[in-house]
Nanobody, 123 residues
Framework: QVQLVESGGGLVQAGGSLRLSCGASGLTFSTYTTGWFRQAPGKEREFVAA????????YYADSVKGRFTISRDNAKNTAYLQMSSLKPEDTAVYYC????????????????WGRGTQVTVSA
């Protein structure tokens, strides 16, 4: 059974930092593109960042470029999202997803999803 479990969310003040983790099991994690998405109340789920299986190529939404960094450790079956200079508009539930080698920025690219972790940024 495939499981993706996010952790590291919480409440932080604007300008602060958080690091999210996504632990994977039940799949050969090192062969999957990993993505991070987020969903704020009343809004659609949106792309945040993605990293290819090798970790050599990363993709970011314009809204987080320069502030967030995605990475992965295939030996630990874990992906990370380092978030800095957080803004109140970053408040959302953050989801980790695993998809094929061609997965990029759309939710339909990804086959497996975690349940999410809440990130709240206060002004």
């Amino acid at each position: 059974q495939v499981q993706l479990v996010e952790s590291g969310g919480g409440l932080v003040q604007a300008g602060g930092s958080l690091r999210l983790s996504c632990g994977a099991s039940g799949l050969t994690f090192s062969t999957y593109t990993t993505g991070w998405f987020r969903q704020a109340p009343g809004k659609e789920r949106e792309f945040v960042a993605a990293i290819t299986w090798s970790g050599l190529t990363t993709y970011y939404a314009d809204s987080v470029k320069g502030r967030f960094t995605i990475s992965r450790d295939n030996a630990k079956n874990t992906a990370y999202l380092q978030m800095s200079s957080l803004k109140p508009e970053d408040t959302a539930v953050y989801y980790c997803a695993a998809g094929s080698v061609s997965s990029r920025r759309t939710t339909t690219d990804y086959r497996y999803w975690g349940r999410g972790t809440q990130v709240t940024v206060s002004a």
